[in-house]
């Protein structure tokens, strides 16, 4: 905020913590994982969208997300996987394996955005509130230093 930021992107953050509610193993592979993990794709929403009774609107997409096995075999076509759901729809074979494989990390899809590289534990939401405010107080406290009040 210092620096003229109007705000910060949490939701990697939030999404490793206690009180989220992805698996141990997603919140795991976020700690694990650093920036050149995370990929902008439609791979996911293709997927998610095609098996949830709630699917993400048009143009929106749900952001990063981890590179694993999924995201690598279909990021640069996902013309062909969209032909490949439409032909098998919501109950086929491709959507089966995927909901199979929901706690495969390498496979299924972990939300993380580029700042995944500073989430080194998982924490409660409140510490990391706590920790976040407290690194804003400071970051004030020495722009304070730094600005004359002579004016």
Not at 45 to 66: E, K, M, R
Not at 129 to 135: A, K, L, M
Request: charged share 25%.
């Amino acid at each position: 905020l210092s620096l003229g930021c109007d705000g910060v992107s949490m939701g990697t953050r939030f999404f490793a913590s206690h009180q989220a509610m992805g698996s141990d193993e997603q919140k795991q592979a976020i700690v694990d994982a650093n920036a050149d993990c995370a990929i902008r794709t439609r791979v996911f929403d293709l997927l998610n969208n095609t098996s949830s009774a709630n699917p993400w609107p048009p143009p929106y997409d749900a952001a990063g997300a981890f590179h694993n096995e999924t995201s690598r075999m279909w990021h640069t076509r996902p013309e062909a996987l969209e032909q490949v759901l439409q032909a098998q729809g919501k109950d086929g074979e491709l959507i089966k394996g995927y909901k199979e494989q929901s706690a495969n990390t390498a496979v299924t899809s972990v939300w993380m955005g580029q700042g995944v590289s500073d989430v080194h534990e998982i924490d409660d939401a409140d510490a990391i509130v706590r920790r976040v405010n407290d690194e804003a107080c400071q970051a004030i406290s020495r722009l304070r230093d730094l600005v004359s009040l002579d004016v």
